[in-house]
């Protein structure tokens, strides 16, 4: 793909994005006296009305406990609920709804998979391959198992444009590997790892494979029977639902074999005074009362997503993507990180001002209205790898525009002025 797509017209889509704006009553608000240009998207999304109208509608008209009662609105509770969880199979491809887990976020599901796949199924000795570029709900479960379990936590290391090299994904995974958990999509510098290779490579050596999928669900089409992942996280909150749900993907028969991991109401099937037996999947793993309006809050997410249509998200991020690095990129002392190909990358752009302290930064922009995240981003292995304390961060999601890039550019412009440095 041409560097920074150049040739990209993106006033095609300015009235749909007018328009599509307008269902987000959050981004209308005013910051500091201007505008809000909401460019944190890595971190949560805004919600839009329907998801909004569809969690009020669930206590207004609902608000029963799923699963439990016979009466009448427990059973439109539950329909709520296993709906959603319908909604969610059908999204991601997977095989059958026992294979969807409901959890509060991705760092519960993957200490999900960390305390009872990686506790039970880990000796001593075995490996766990992961990468450097893990957020460290994908990177502390780890060392927890490694350290209880005696076993090896092993790192792929990127280059330095944060991409993974074949030769690490080769010379990491082996035999003696049981575990390979990566990011999709990483959160510091947006770049896309290769799974597919990484899923094959690793099922040939018999290691099981876990995707992060917290910041690719939200922006591509993921298809967990093609990817082949033994199991799949994924957040709510960064996909334009409720915080609070999230969902764990898992192949079936792989999650039977797993106990539960957290006891008591709702995931049993006997109790005894010394013993029980437990629920059937999906159920085992969703121990007391759920987040049904999260889930209520989701189904509605999805719907809005696959109504826009991922072909219309992925073109508009990439358009969003390639002007914002363009125009950073002819500020003489901004530092861009990561790689600079669309084919690699998502909605996300890692940069540093010369001699300013990304906190500075972040503090500066917000008098200009523009949000954006500035630290380690929860990867300091990853950061202390690449010899940095701290980033910048910009991330998109469809409904950002390329006037917001102006008014972040025009703000960045202004941040060495600001400390005295007159450019
Ligand atoms: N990253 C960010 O600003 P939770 O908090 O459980 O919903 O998601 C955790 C998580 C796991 N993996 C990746 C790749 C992530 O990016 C995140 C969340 C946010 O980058 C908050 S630190």
Redesign the pocket.
């Known amino acids: 793909m041409k560097e920074f797509m150049n040739n990209m017209d993106s006033s095609l889509h300015i009235n749909n994005i007018d328009k599509l704006r307008k269902d987000f009553p959050t981004l209308f608000q005013k910051v500091n006296g201007k505008k809000l240009v909401y460019f944190d998207n ?2 949560t999304t805004h919600k839009p009305k329907v998801v909004i109208k569809a969690v009020e509608d669930y206590y207004k008209e609902i608000n029963a406990n799923p699963h439990r009662g016979a009466h009448y609105l427990s059973v439109k509770s539950t329909e709520v609920y296993e709906g959603a969880r319908e909604k969610v199979k059908k999204f991601i491809n997977a095989k059958s709804s026992k294979e969807i887990i409901f959890t509060k ?4 599901a993957l200490n999900l998979i960390a305390y009872s796949y990686g506790m039970n199924f880990i000796n001593e000795g075995d490996e766990i391959v992961i990468s450097i570029s893990e ?1 460290h ?2 990177l502390i479960p780890w060392q927890r198992v490694a350290k209880a379990k005696g076993a090896i936590l092993k790192y792929m290391y990127v280059d330095e444009e944060g991409r993974l090299p074949v030769s690490e994904i080769k010379d990491k995974i082996t035999e003696r590997t049981k575990i390979v958990s990566v ?1 999709h999509m ?2 510091t510098f947006g770049i896309i790892n290769p799974v597919e290779d990484i899923i094959k490579y690793a099922h040939e050596k018999g290691a099981v494979v876990i995707i ?1 999928g ?2 690719s669900v939200p922006h591509m089409k993921v298809d967990v029977q093609k990817l082949n992942a033994d199991f799949m996280v994924f ?1 709510g ?2 996909m334009l639902a409720p915080m609070g749900i ?1 969902v764990l993907y898992g192949k079936e028969e792989i999650l039977e074999s797993m106990p539960p991991f957290l006891f008591g109401g709702d995931m049993i099937e006997y109790v005894w005074e010394q013993d029980t037996t437990f629920a059937e999947l999906p159920f085992k793993f969703e121990a007391g009362t759920q987040n049904v309006e999260g889930a209520a809050g989701l189904s509605a997410a999805i719907d809005y997503i696959e109504n826009l249509g991922f072909e219309f998200i992925e073109k508009r991020e990439k358009e969003l993507t390639a002007y914002a690095l363009r125009e950073l990129s002819k500020i003489p002392y901004v530092k861009i990180y990561g790689t600079k190909d669309l084919e690699d990358r998502g909605a996300v752009i890692a940069f540093n001002i010369k001699d300013v302290h990304p906190h500075d930064v972040a503090s500066i922009v917000d008098t200009y209205g523009v949000a954006l ?1 500035a630290g380690h ?2 990867a300091q292995p990853f950061m202390r790898y690449l010899g940095l304390n701290s980033t910048c961060r910009i991330s998109f999601y469809f409904y950002n525009t390329e006037e917001e890039i102006d008014i972040f550019i025009n703000s960045i412009k202004n941040v060495r002025r600001w400390l005295g440095y007159g450019s």
């Open positions: 890595a971190a976020n991705s760092t519960e957020h709900s994908n990011a990483t959160n992060d917290a910041q957040s909150h960064k999230g995240r981003h929860c």
